[in-house]
């Protein structure tokens, strides 16, 4: 059963690679695109980088079936961080009146 991994390259543009598990007593990873495909002894992520170099792709993120990019989890963090910031001023809004009835 074939699994999809991505290659993110330097224009941030991701490139999908189909990873196989070999046959055999030798354990092997077949991964291919339509135009490329190369087999590694030592995992599917080697194989896909060998993919990727054939493909000659400047390699930034090699993605496994359902990992994220960096960037989506930067933006993801960066939309929790303003949600956050949010809260504090809220609940510092809220505590302002409560510090001057108390100092006067």
Same mark, same amino acid.
């Not at 490139?15 to 590694?40: N, Y």
């Not at 960066?78 to 009146?97: F, K, N, S, V």
């Given at each position: ?6 290659? $993110?390259?330097?224009?941030?543009? +991701?490139? !999908?690679? #189909? @990873?196989? *598990? ?8 077949? &991964? ?15 194989? $896909?980088?060998?993919?990727?170099? +054939?493909? !000659?792709? #400047? @390699?930034? *993120? ?8 960096? &960037? ?21 809004? +809220? ?10």
């Amino acid at each position: 059963m074939s699994e999809t991994w991505r290659v $993110v390259d330097e224009t941030g543009a +991701a490139h !999908e690679v #189909a @990873v196989d *598990e070999g046959r055999g007593s030798a354990r092997s990873w077949w &991964a291919a695109t339509p135009d490329v495909a190369r087999r590694s002894h030592a995992s599917a992520r080697d194989a $896909v980088v060998l993919v990727a170099q +054939a493909c !000659e792709w #400047a @390699v930034v *993120e090699v993605l496994a079936p359902g990992v994220e990019t960096r &960037a989506s989890e930067v933006a993801h963090l960066e939309g929790r961080r303003g949600a956050l910031l949010a809260e504090i001023d809220r609940l510092t809004a +809220a505590l302002r009146p409560t510090r001057k009835a108390v100092s006067q």
